[in-house]
């Protein structure tokens, strides 16, 4: 779409939306940027317009952002949110910035979505295809946002975008040349009227507009993930359970990939850096997605071996008197606590809570009961969480990250762990997940 001249409103003034307006100012757009918060976490955001020269205004959406053509939101503006509702009324097309940038996209793009393990996927195969002599970049909702490094690939390169279901909830063309959807379970019910068939009917627009020439990659062990509505994409499979006809997965502990049933081994499971079964499960979407792009087998098995993972993903940060800390901020939904919590075998001291979002903490009860010494509740969810697991645990309200980890160090037994995996979202607290998980690393790091 050629915007030039064109007003541009864009709602958001952190990451996602200031990226859309420098590429709409680029575009020769008449951005304009309209925040609620006035709070720090927009300093940063508000300077970047300033030097940019772009208007914008901060504490309220005033009359002025609905004077426009078309409206870029981020993803942290809920659908049903009155400015994205006054918008729709009065005609203007509302899209997310993941839509906006894909308009001037010259590359391929590999979109993966998925409750848990997106960041992880995602930088796995970039950093696989990079390994590979293919030019990849990550973007979307890990590290920069799509607009921002969109006009800068070209027609042979890839763009491996990690897609939440807030992006995918205002696309009208995005079409990926693969998809990904790793695995779908209850998370941000909140957003979706406290209904699991909203969020995954959100997840599965990823696959709306691809057609003949395209891949969705999904995982064949999840069960609620749904059938595709899209007959026309090509439909690859992995499995860590079971062979499957075109697609990988896992037998004799060897990644394999099938073609029309052919197989062939890639590399054994266990050279994967990066543990646990739900990494495995990772490692085989990133199979499938770079045997499609034609990565050989060599760079897939080296790349594998030597990527060390993601910030914020059961991180290890320290280990002090036998005691290993564990930086798993990511977890931001019960079940990236589920797996986190079946990848130790050591005794955990659990820290657990912030923003709540309909959290049904039954999914991990069985495995804290089994592994886990004691929990430290913080932020607004303590307090669910302490009724939920006082009887099953020992558990204990803390008012800070500082206060959990100076209780676990002068609690836990030597040959243990203390993990930061929350379960929940980091707004009551923190600006984000990263932040949340760089003041755990400050203070775990100051420990003597």
């Given at each position: ?117 997106k960041t992880t996927t ?277 008012s800070s990250l500082k ?46």
């Amino acid at each position: 779409m050629d915007i030039n001249g064109k007003k541009i409103s864009i709602i958001g003034a952190v990451r996602s939306g200031v990226g859309a307006a420098k590429l709409a100012k680029k575009l020769g757009g008449l951005p304009f940027v309209s925040d609620l918060s006035e709070d720090e976490k927009i300093y940063a955001g508000i300077a970047a317009l300033k030097a940019e020269g772009i208007n914008f205004e901060t504490g309220s959406h005033s009359d002025k952002v609905y004077d426009c053509e078309l409206m870029v939101i981020s993803p942290g503006v809920p659908s049903k949110s009155s400015v994205v509702q006054n918008a729709l009324s009065k005609g203007i097309e509302v899209i997310s910035e993941l839509e906006f940038a894909s308009w001037y996209c010259r590359g391929r793009i590999i979109a993966v979505t998925g409750t848990n393990g997106k960041t992880t996927t995602t930088s796995l195969c970039s950093y696989t295809l990079n390994n590979s002599g293919y030019k990849c970049y990550e973007a979307g909702n890990i590290g920069l946002a799509f607009s921002e490094i969109v006009l800068g690939v070209k027609e042979n390169e890839y763009v491996a975008l990690e897609t939440s279901s807030f992006q995918l909830d205002h696309i009208k063309w995005f079409k990926p040349f693969i998809s990904v959807i790793i695995n779908i379970t209850p998370d941000h019910l909140d957003r979706y009227d406290n209904k699991f068939e909203n969020y995954v009917a959100s997840k599965m627009n990823i696959v709306r507009n691809q057609d003949d020439l395209d891949f969705c990659i999904i995982n064949c062990d999840d069960s609620r993930i749904p059938g595709l509505t899209n007959d026309k994409v090509n439909k690859i499979c992995f499995s860590v359970n079971r062979r499957v006809q075109n697609g990988s997965f896992i037998s004799d502990n060897q990644f394999q990939y099938s073609n029309d049933n052919n197989a062939e081994p890639i590399c054994n499971a266990d050279d994967l850096l990066i543990k646990g079964l739900h990494n495995k499960q990772n490692a085989l979407a990133v199979l499938s997605a770079v045997k499609i792009v034609g990565c050989d087998n060599e760079s897939i098995k080296k790349s594998f071996a030597y990527f060390p993972g993601v910030e914020h993903r059961l991180e290890f940060v320290r280990r002090l008197d036998s005691v290993e800390y564990i930086n798993d901020s990511k977890a931001t939904n019960v079940d990236s606590v589920w797996y986190a919590l079946q990848s130790f075998k050591e005794p955990i001291y659990l820290i657990l809570g912030g923003k709540d979002k309909g959290n049904d903490y039954s999914r991990i009860e069985s495995l804290v009961k089994g592994n886990v010494k004691k929990i430290y509740a913080i932020g607004s969810s303590a307090g669910k969480i302490f009724e939920f697991f006082k009887n099953t645990v020992t558990t204990e309200i803390k008012s800070s990250l500082k206060d959990c980890v100076n209780s676990a160090r002068s609690e836990a037994e030597p040959n243990s762990v203390v993990l930061l995996s929350p379960a929940c979202a980091s707004f009551d607290m923190f600006d984000n997940y990263e932040h949340r998980g760089k003041v755990f690393k400050q203070e775990v790091m100051s420990l003597n």
